[in-house]
């Protein structure tokens, strides 16, 4: 556990200590009275002096002065502000809104997965447009570049700006967590995604794109250590540093002897650190799970359905919401591997399950096969299917959701097991309250059937939701092992100090005795409460909320990049370098905003 006496305490917090190097970072000194900060911008008194509040300010009010970098000519514009001198804002240049217009098209373009060609045809829009709407400014438009060379470059800029923007910012990491998901490409040559989970003293959480890792060229597992490693590294940490592993369920990354998660255990082992905790269950749940209910190779028929559908069936109104869904999910080609990660999603089946009827009569009128209509087991293993992945779907929703921290997250993933068993239970004494799909069958076949008993056997599905269940005990074992630090975290006021380790006795029940913290515990969000604890007065619980804080707690970036790549296969299989693609995927999944005012100043610079 975080709380043994053996592992090291964390540095004191000096988040809320003033640091002479704000001052020509934001713009701000210390106030005279010694509370708080004074920005010497707009003169206003900032109460607090955590560096997340001053950078926040800065970034909403006066980001205009970044193009003042220069460290000299930094410096003399905090000398001109000491004396109240503001410098007047100068208007932006003809060419410097162009090439400001140049990058917001390049960063759109990316979002929404166009190619770097289409530029050319926004371009011509906007022409017609202003030529009948503000005919005085069509000129503008000749200031910009819209060529594909152009766009590429731009949106490789922006890459580098966002990255140097998590550089910056990983400075003050605290402690962080890894996420590496190599089930993300579904359509052509596979990668690697490698995100970073970081919190800084003040626990402002940082969640980004580190790296992406061509599979092809790094298939060995130490091949893939060396390029981890090195994006690490270069981002000015150290796997030594690293609380937390989240990871899909391949061999790959989970083999017993040769998987990546052993590797990176045995790099990331010093003296008085904390053991790395692995998770693989977050990232690509409904796949995870899929496979092991999957008894009757379900989804693989239901695929050869949808083809048919999509090739055959368009015009049929019955299939249009169907049709309407799978374009929404992964666009108009038919590719069999995203096709079936779609069909695994538990909305999905229930969709074409409500369908089956209608899809028997389709495959009747083009001379398909319709056998599994008629066979009394396949139907009873598709309405469980529907049924199981209906309730794993539902968890799926559940670690969507960010900014909850592991341990309410963990806490989704223990509901869920007992759910797991009373499905077993209830399976045991064939009763399908919660089997809607499965009821609906049977209650079919019964009427089918009036002369056969037996319907289905209780057994089959029985050792089904057996092996479900141990491998969500595998996947997460280690946040169990961890579970008094998560259940410290997530309610210190009542967890017991007689059940903790004794390195932390004293620091809980000082807490629980104070009243002004039990106060600010019950208005406060979890992040917001234990930014506000004194490192000096409460190091190891302080210690312990930063591990937590740093560990994934959902499974939304992974499937901010999932959706992306699905949306827009077309585009992304075309040829793309790797420098490319992954800053593709920056822009498609980072919560930072890029510094356009760098990327103008920058952007006639050699090498951008």
Same mark, same amino acid.
């Given at each position: 556990?975080?709380?043994?006496?053996?592992?090291?305490?964390m540095d004191?917090?000096?988040?809320?200590?003033?640091?002479?190097?704000?001052?020509?970072?934001?713009?701000?000194?210390?106030?005279?009275?010694?509370?708080?900060?004074?920005?010497?911008?707009?003169?206003?008194l900032? #109460?607090?002096?955590?560096?997340?509040?001053?950078?926040r300010?800065?970034?909403?009010?006066h980001?205009?002065?970044?193009?003042?970098?220069?460290?000299?000519?930094?410096a003399?514009?905090?000398?001109?502000?000491?004396?109240?001198?503001w410098?007047?804002?100068?208007?932006?240049?003809?060419?410097?809104?162009?090439?400001?217009?140049?990058?917001?098209?390049?960063?759109?373009?990316?979002?929404t997965?166009?190619?770097?060609?289409?530029?050319?045809?926004?371009?011509?829009?906007?022409?017609?447009m202003l030529?009948? &709407?503000?005919?005085?400014?069509?000129?503008?438009?000749?200031?910009?570049? *819209?060529s594909?060379e152009?766009?590429a470059?731009?949106v490789?800029?922006?890459?580098?700006?966002?990255?140097?923007?998590l550089?910056?910012?990983?400075?003050?990491?605290?402690?962080?967590?890894?996420?590496?998901?190599d089930q993300?490409? &579904?359509?052509?040559?596979?990668?690697?995604?490698?995100?970073?989970?970081?919190?800084?003293?003040?626990?402002?959480?940082?969640?980004?794109?580190?790296?992406?890792?061509?599979?092809?060229q790094?298939f060995?597992v130490?091949?893939?250590?060396?390029?981890i490693?090195?994006?690490?590294?270069?981002?000015?940490?150290?796997?030594?540093?690293m609380?937390g592993?989240? %990871?899909?369920?391949?061999?790959?990354?989970?083999?017993?002897?040769?998987?990546?998660?052993?590797?990176?255990r045995?790099?990331? &082992?010093?003296?008085?650190?904390?053991? *790395?905790?692995h998770?693989?269950g977050f990232?690509?749940?409904?796949?995870l799970?899929?496979?092991?209910?999957?008894?009757n190779?379900?989804?693989? %028929?239901?695929?050869?359905?949808?083809?048919?559908i999509?090739?055959?069936?368009?015009r049929?109104?019955?299939f249009?919401a169907?049709?309407?869904?799978?374009?929404?999910?992964?666009?108009?080609?038919?590719?069999?591997?995203?096709?079936?990660?779609?069909?695994?999603? #538990?909305?999905?089946?229930?969709?074409?399950?409500?369908?089956?009827?209608?899809?028997?009569?389709f495959?009747?009128? *083009?001379?398909?096969?319709?056998?599994?209509?008629?066979?009394k087991?396949?139907?009873?293993?598709? #309405?469980?299917?529907?049924?199981i992945?209906?309730?794993?779907?539902?968890?799926?929703?559940?670690?969507?959701?960010?900014?909850?921290?592991?341990a309410a997250?963990?806490?989704?993933?223990?509901?869920f097991e &007992?759910?797991?068993?009373l499905?077993?239970?209830?399976?045991?004494?064939k009763n399908?309250?919660h089997?809607?799909?499965?009821?609906?069958?049977?209650?079919?076949?019964?009427?089918?059937?009036?002369d056969?008993?037996?319907?289905?056997?209780?057994?089959?599905?029985?050792v089904?939701?057996?092996?479900?269940?141990?491998?969500?005990e595998r996947?997460?074992?280690?946040?169990?092992?961890?579970?008094?630090?998560?259940?410290?975290?997530?309610?210190p006021f009542?967890?017991?100090?007689?059940?903790?380790?004794?390195?932390?006795?004293?620091?809980l029940?000082?807490?629980?005795?104070?009243?002004?913290?039990?106060?600010?515990?019950?208005?406060?969000?979890?992040?917001?409460?234990?930014?506000?604890?004194?490192?000096?007065s409460?190091?190891?619980?302080?210690?312990?909320a930063?591990?937590?804080?740093?560990?994934?707690?959902?499974s939304?970036?992974?499937?901010?990049?999932?959706?992306?790549? %699905?949306?827009n296969?077309?585009?992304?299989?075309q040829?793309?370098?790797?420098?490319?693609?992954?800053?593709l995927?920056r822009?498609?999944?980072?919560?930072?905003?890029?510094?356009?005012?760098?990327?103008?100043?920058?952007?006639?610079?050699?090498?951008?």
């Amino acid at each position: 556990m975080w709380l043994t006496p053996k592992r090291s305490r964390m540095d004191a917090d000096e988040s809320r200590v003033f640091r002479p190097e704000w001052t020509q970072r934001y713009l701000v000194v210390e106030a005279p009275e010694g509370n708080g900060c004074l920005c010497l911008v707009c003169r206003s008194l900032l #109460g607090a002096t955590a560096e997340r509040d001053i950078r926040r300010h800065y970034e909403a009010e006066h980001r205009c002065y970044d193009r003042y970098a220069a460290g000299d000519e930094r410096a003399a514009l905090v000398e001109r502000l000491r004396q109240g001198d503001w410098p007047e804002d100068a208007p932006p240049t003809a060419e410097e809104r162009a090439a400001r217009a140049g990058f917001g098209l390049a960063r759109l373009l990316a979002l929404t997965g166009r190619g770097s060609g289409e530029g050319d045809f926004v371009h011509q829009c906007l022409e017609v447009m202003l030529r009948e &709407v503000l005919p005085e400014h069509l000129s503008v438009l000749e200031g910009i570049d *819209v060529s594909p060379e152009a766009a590429a470059h731009r949106v490789r800029s922006i890459d580098r700006n966002l990255r140097a923007q998590l550089l910056e910012r990983a400075r003050a990491f605290r402690a962080y967590s890894l996420a590496l998901d190599d089930q993300a490409f &579904v359509a052509y040559e596979n990668y690697l995604l490698v995100f970073i989970r970081g919190v800084d003293d003040a626990l402002e959480v940082q969640e980004e794109l580190l790296t992406i890792v061509n599979l092809t060229q790094h298939f060995s597992v130490g091949a893939l250590m060396a390029a981890i490693q090195a994006a690490v590294r270069g981002a000015g940490l150290s796997l030594q540093r690293m609380v937390g592993l989240s %990871t899909t369920h391949t061999l790959r990354m989970i083999g017993e002897n040769s998987g990546l998660v052993s590797y990176m255990r045995e790099k990331a &082992v010093s003296p008085n650190c904390w053991n *790395v905790i692995h998770y693989s269950g977050f990232f690509h749940l409904e796949l995870l799970s899929s496979y092991d209910v999957d008894v009757n190779q379900i989804v693989n %028929t239901i695929s050869e359905w949808v083809v048919l559908i999509k090739t055959r069936g368009l015009r049929r109104p019955e299939f249009q919401a169907l049709l309407r869904d799978s374009e929404s999910q992964h666009g108009e080609r038919v590719n069999g591997r995203c096709l079936n990660n779609w069909l695994r999603k #538990g909305k999905t089946l229930k969709l074409i399950f409500s369908l089956r009827k209608e899809i028997e009569a389709f495959l009747v009128s *083009v001379g398909a096969i319709t056998v599994h209509f008629t066979d009394k087991q396949w139907l009873c293993d598709f #309405g469980f299917l529907v049924d199981i992945m209906d309730h794993l779907g539902e968890l799926s929703e559940e670690l969507r959701v960010s900014k909850v921290f592991a341990a309410a997250a963990f806490d989704h993933i223990c509901t869920f097991e &007992v759910k797991l068993s009373l499905l077993h239970r209830h399976m045991e004494e064939k009763n399908l309250t919660h089997f809607a799909a499965f009821r609906e069958i049977v209650d079919e076949l019964k009427q089918r059937l009036k002369d056969d008993q037996k319907i289905f056997d209780p057994d089959r599905y029985q050792v089904v939701i057996c092996r479900l269940q141990k491998e969500f005990e595998r996947h997460f074992k280690d946040l169990r092992f961890i579970r008094k630090d998560l259940e410290l975290f997530s309610n210190p006021f009542n967890f017991k100090p007689e059940y903790a380790p004794i390195s932390v006795r004293t620091e809980l029940r000082k807490l629980q005795s104070n009243t002004n913290l039990w106060n600010e515990y019950r208005v406060k969000d979890l992040g917001q409460f234990y930014a506000g604890l004194s490192a000096d007065s409460y190091p190891v619980i302080k210690g312990v909320a930063c591990k937590v804080a740093s560990l994934f707690d959902s499974s939304e970036i992974s499937e901010k990049a999932f959706s992306y790549l %699905t949306r827009n296969q077309h585009t992304l299989s075309q040829p793309l370098t790797d420098e490319h693609l992954q800053a593709l995927f920056r822009i498609a999944t980072t919560e930072m905003e890029p510094g356009w005012d760098d990327l103008v100043r920058e952007r006639n610079e050699p090498n951008l």
